[in-house]
C-alpha cells in the first residue's frame, strides 16, 4: 500500500481502500460481518437519531407555545398611607353677653347632640324675667284655642268695639304703651284683631279681644292659668293680657316651648313673619319684629317694657350646606331692643359660620400604584376632588377600599377613597392614570421564572 500523502489522488485511494477493507474476507480473529445486520443497526441509529432531533424540537415548539400563551403574572399593587385633613378650628359662638337666653337647633342633631332640638345652649334657661309684650302670644293662642280659625287666612268672626273698647285706647296711651285706633263702632276680623296686637303689639286690641273671647278680665285670667298649665309652661305667670305689667313672667325654658306652640299654628306663624301691619282702616305700619328677613328670622314676637329691658323671641331659618337649620331663641332682658337685634344677629351668624365646607381630596393626588412584572408601572388616583361639609371641628376619618386589579387601562376605577365626618361622607373613584401594556414575546420566552412562578 502506497503511504498517503494527502493529496487528491491519496484521499481517492483511501477512500477505495476502506470500501475494499469493508467488503473483503474478515481476518481470521473476527466473526463474519452480516451486511443485513449492519443496515439494520444504520436505521436504527438513524431512527433514534431523528426521534431524538423531533423530541427536541417538540419541546422547544412546545416551550414557546406554552410560554407565549400563559398566563400573566398578577400585577402589583402598592397603596399609599392616607391621612385625613386636619379638622377646622372650632366654631366661636357669639353668645348674648346680657341677660337671660336659650337657644334650640332642630337640623344638626348629628353634630350638635340630639338635645339640640330642645335647649342646645343657655344662660339662665330658668330664671324668670318679666316678659313684656312675648304676653300677647300667649293670649292669641289662648284665644284661638277657643275660637279656633279654619285656616291660616280664614277672616273668623267679626269683632265690633263698643264704648268701652274705644276708652282702652286712651288707657294705654296715657301708659306710654303701643296702640291703635279703635273707633267706637268700628269692627274687625278676628284675623285682623290678632294682626294687630301681635304685628304692631297694640295693648288696646290684646285686651279688647281677650274680653271678647273670655267674656271678661277674670274670665281671662281663669282660662290663662287653665291653658298654662295644660301647655307645661309651669314657670310663666300671665296677671293681664298685654305684658304692660312686670309680674308677667316667665323663662328662656318656658318661653322655647311657647315658641314652639305659635310655629305650629298656622294663623300665628303666618302674622308674626309679616313685616308690615295689613289691615283696613288702620295706617301702615311695620313689624316691631325689626329683625324678620335678617339672618333667617321669620318670627316671632319682641317685648320690651321700661325698668325690665328688651326681650325678643325669634324663630330663624338657616340654610348650611349641611341641610336646613331650625332654630328657635329667646333673649330676656336685653338693655335696648337695638342690642337685643345686635347680639341675636350676631349669634345666628356665629352659628352659620360654624359649619365650614373643607376639602378632603384633590383631583390627580396619588393614592398607590399598580406595577407589573416587565417593568411597567401605573399610578393609582383620585379621579376628582371631594369635599365635607362641617360644624366646628368634626373629626375627619378616611377610608380606601381594597383595590381590584386584573388588567390595567387609563381610566379604569380600581378603588375609592371615603372621607366620613359626623353624618357627611364623600366617595371619590380611584382611577389609573396610564395603561400597563402586556409584554412582547421575548419577555414571555426570555423570563419563564417571572411567567411560571419558578
Given at each position: 500500500?502506497?503511504?498517503?500523502?494527502?493529496?487528491?489522488?491519496?484521499?481517492?485511494?483511501?477512500?477505495?481502500?476502506?470500501?475494499?477493507?469493508?467488503?473483503?474476507?474478515?481476518?481470521?480473529?473476527?466473526?463474519?460481518?452480516?451486511?443485513?445486520?449492519?443496515?439494520?443497526?444504520?436505521?436504527?441509529?438513524?431512527?433514534?437519531?431523528?426521534?431524538?432531533?423531533?423530541?427536541?424540537?417538540?419541546?422547544?415548539?412546545?416551550?414557546?407555545?406554552?410560554?407565549?400563551?400563559?398566563?400573566?403574572?398578577?400585577?402589583?399593587?402598592?397603596?399609599?398611607?392616607?391621612?385625613?385633613?386636619?379638622?377646622?378650628?372650632?366654631?366661636?359662638?357669639?353668645?348674648?353677653?346680657?341677660?337671660?337666653?336659650?337657644?334650640?337647633?332642630?337640623?344638626?342633631?348629628?353634630?350638635?347632640?340630639?338635645?339640640?332640638?330642645?335647649?342646645?345652649?343657655?344662660?339662665?334657661a330658668d330664671e324668670s324675667r318679666p316678659i313684656a309684650s312675648i304676653t300677647k302670644l300667649i293670649t292669641a293662642l289662648m284665644i284661638?284655642?277657643?275660637?279656633?280659625?279654619?285656616?291660616?287666612?280664614?277672616?273668623?268672626?267679626?269683632?265690633?268695639?263698643?264704648?268701652?273698647?274705644?276708652?282702652?285706647?286712651?288707657?294705654?296711651?296715657?301708659?306710654?304703651?303701643?296702640?291703635?285706633?279703635?273707633?267706637?263702632?268700628?269692627?274687625?276680623?278676628?284675623?285682623?284683631?290678632?294682626?294687630?296686637?301681635?304685628?304692631?303689639?297694640?295693648?288696646?286690641?290684646?285686651?279688647?279681644?281677650?274680653?271678647?273671647?273670655?267674656?271678661?278680665?277674670?274670665?281671662?285670667?281663669?282660662?290663662?292659668?287653665?291653658?298654662?298649665?295644660?301647655?307645661?309652661?309651669?314657670?310663666?305667670?300671665?296677671?293681664?293680657?298685654?305684658?304692660?305689667?312686670?309680674?308677667?313672667?316667665?323663662?328662656?325654658?318656658?318661653?322655647?316651648?311657647?315658641?314652639?306652640?305659635?310655629?305650629?299654628?298656622?294663623?300665628?306663624?303666618?302674622?308674626?313673619?309679616?313685616?308690615?301691619?295689613?289691615?283696613?282702616?288702620?295706617?301702615?305700619?311695620?313689624?316691631?319684629?325689626?329683625?324678620?328677613?335678617?339672618?333667617?328670622?321669620?318670627?316671632?314676637?319682641?317685648?320690651?317694657?321700661?325698668?325690665?329691658?328688651?326681650?325678643?323671641?325669634?324663630?330663624?331659618?338657616?340654610?348650611?350646606?349641611?341641610?336646613?337649620?331650625?332654630?328657635?331663641?329667646?333673649?330676656?332682658?336685653?338693655?335696648?331692643?337695638?342690642?337685643?337685634?345686635?347680639?341675636?344677629?350676631?349669634?345666628?351668624?356665629?352659628?352659620?359660620?360654624?359649619?365650614?365646607?373643607?376639602?378632603?381630596?384633590?383631583?390627580?393626588?396619588?393614592?398607590?400604584?399598580?406595577?407589573?412584572?416587565?417593568?411597567?408601572?401605573?399610578?393609582?388616583?383620585?379621579?376628582?376632588?371631594?369635599?365635607?361639609?362641617?360644624?366646628?371641628?368634626?373629626?375627619?376619618?378616611?377610608?380606601?377600599?381594597?383595590?381590584?386589579?386584573?388588567?390595567?387601562?387609563?381610566?379604569?376605577?380600581?378603588?375609592?377613597?371615603?372621607?366620613?365626618?359626623?353624618?357627611?361622607?364623600?366617595?371619590?373613584?380611584?382611577?389609573?392614570?396610564?395603561?400597563?401594556?402586556?409584554?412582547?414575546?421575548?419577555?414571555?420566552?426570555?423570563?419563564?421564572?417571572?411567567?411560571?412562578?419558578?
Amino acid at each position: 500500500m502506497a503511504p498517503h500523502n494527502g493529496s487528491p489522488d491519496g484521499v481517492t485511494q483511501l477512500s477505495a481502500m476502506l470500501r475494499e477493507a469493508e467488503y473483503s474476507e474478515p481476518h481470521a480473529d473476527h466473526e463474519p460481518v452480516d451486511p443485513i445486520r449492519r443496515r439494520q443497526q444504520r436505521r436504527r441509529r438513524g431512527l433514534i437519531v431523528g426521534l431524538s432531533a423531533l423530541v427536541v424540537v417538540g419541546i422547544v415548539g412546545g416551550y414557546v407555545g406554552v410560554s407565549l400563551s400563559a398566563p400573566l403574572p398578577a400585577l402589583a399593587v402598592e397603596t399609599t398611607a392616607l391621612r385625613a385633613p386636619e379638622p377646622p378650628a372650632p366654631a366661636t359662638i357669639l353668645t348674648p353677653p346680657e341677660g337671660a337666653w336659650a337657644i334650640s337647633v332642630a337640623g344638626a342633631e348629628e353634630y350638635l347632640g340630639a338635645d339640640a332640638a330642645g335647649i342646645w345652649a343657655t344662660s339662665g334657661a330658668d330664671e324668670s324675667r318679666p316678659i313684656a309684650s312675648i304676653t300677647k302670644l300667649i293670649t292669641a293662642l289662648m284665644i284661638l284655642d277657643a275660637k279656633p280659625l279654619a285656616a291660616s287666612d280664614d277672616p273668623g268672626p267679626t269683632l265690633t268695639f263698643d264704648k268701652a273698647d274705644h276708652d282702652l285706647y286712651d288707657k294705654y296711651y296715657v301708659l306710654g304703651a303701643t296702640i291703635a285706633k279703635m273707633p267706637t263702632g268700628s269692627s274687625l276680623s278676628l284675623h285682623d284683631v290678632l294682626e294687630t296686637m301681635l304685628v304692631v303689639s297694640a295693648c288696646n286690641y290684646a285686651e279688647a279681644a281677650a274680653g271678647w273671647a273670655f267674656g271678661s278680665q277674670s274670665g281671662f285670667l281663669a282660662a290663662a292659668r287653665s291653658w298654662l298649665a295644660a301647655n307645661g309652661l309651669e314657670h310663666t305667670t300671665i296677671v293681664e293680657p298685654t305684658g304692660i305689667d312686670a309680674r308677667n313672667v316667665s323663662t328662656p325654658r318656658d318661653l322655647l316651648a311657647l315658641g314652639r306652640l305659635a310655629m305650629a299654628n298656622p294663623a300665628i306663624a303666618d302674622i308674626v313673619a309679616s313685616e308690615t301691619l295689613d289691615v283696613p282702616g288702620l295706617e301702615f305700619r311695620s313689624n316691631t319684629n325689626t329683625l324678620l328677613g335678617v339672618s333667617g328670622v321669620y318670627g316671632v314676637k319682641t317685648g320690651t317694657l321700661e325698668g325690665s329691658g328688651s326681650n325678643l323671641l325669634f324663630a330663624a331659618r338657616l340654610a348650611t350646606g349641611a341641610g336646613q337649620l331650625d332654630i328657635l331663641g329667646v333673649l330676656l332682658g336685653g338693655t335696648s331692643h337695638d342690642a337685643v337685634d345686635r347680639e341675636i344677629r350676631a349669634w345666628l351668624e356665629s352659628i352659620a359660620a360654624g359649619f365650614q365646607r373643607v376639602t378632603v381630596g384633590e383631583a390627580g393626588r396619588t393614592v398607590g400604584t399598580v406595577s407589573s412584572a416587565w417593568g411597567e408601572q401605573a399610578r393609582m388616583v383620585l379621579e376628582s376632588g371631594g369635599s365635607l361639609e362641617l360644624w366646628s371641628d368634626t373629626e375627619i376619618a378616611v377610608s380606601m377600599t381594597a383595590p381590584t386589579v386584573t388588567s390595567a387601562v387609563a381610566g379604569q376605577q380600581v378603588a375609592s377613597v371615603t372621607w366620613t365626618a359626623g353624618p357627611e361622607a364623600a366617595t371619590v373613584p380611584v382611577v389609573l392614570d396610564t395603561t400597563i401594556s402586556e409584554p412582547d414575546a421575548w419577555w414571555r420566552l426570555t423570563h419563564p421564572a417571572e411567567l411560571f412562578g419558578w
